[in-house]
């Protein structure tokens, strides 16, 4: 675990280079450092035999019917570091026009998909899933957790948009239409969050490192793409908490749509912050 804890920690740290700095060539430099010195790693490591499995009357090697001994580091990195790269070809800034839209959908998509479809038919494993439901009932802590994230966030979130003035890192929403498209992209860009950072820089890093190290490293991608989204100025205070509730919170679920209802009810008081910010009056339900 401890060599390749330096590969994953350049490779994380290409978000901040790529989405707070804004210099893509240090993003680069940092992905190609951690992807090279994960594959030196590896390299270096004593070469262990093949197991040996039993199928029906035949003995066959886990390499020949394409059974993995252990994941590999240099291929998980390269599938954050793929979704990475794609996210960071368009601007962040929040737009609101068709075409500012279709770059979020074409590119976030993408950096799900991509290295979905890498993992499953390239790679051929299973690193990458989206386990939507647990299989059990959410209990009275799921339940009194929405209730709270909902009550939190309209206590902080007025006053962290509005007296900080990062509202204004969103665009001016002041008819029906701009609305509409407002919450369709503030709810469609949290569900990707969740696809992204959850269940895949997350998963791919807890194959390799304990949960909690997994966690904060998931956390440093998570946190720099919503700084270049606009939760800027003292933003972090919030999202790094909250990436990394997130990361804790699935651990514990093991539930997708737990941890996207949990998103989408922050997001839904988001929503109605900016729209407040950029109407006074209209929506008079918040404090600030």
Sequence with gaps: MWPGIAPAVLVCLAAPA??????P???WVLLALGILSAWLVERSRPRVPDQVVSVGSRQESARVIGVRREPSLTRDLSLIALGMLIVSVIPLAAELDNLAMLRFILALGGAVAVPYLVSRFVFRDRAISFPWRSGTRWGRLQWGWLVAVLVLGWLILPFYFITSGVYQNWPVVDTPDLIARLFVGVGAVGIWDELFFICTVFALLRRHFPDALAN?????VFVSFLWELGYRAWGPVLTIPFALLQGFIFLRTHSLAYVVTVHLLFDAVVFGVLVHAHNPGLLPIFLV
């Design 25 to 27: 060539w240090l993003g």
């Design 18 to 23: 790529f989405f707070v700095l804004e210099t």
């Design 216 to 220: 904060v490293l998931q956390a440093i």
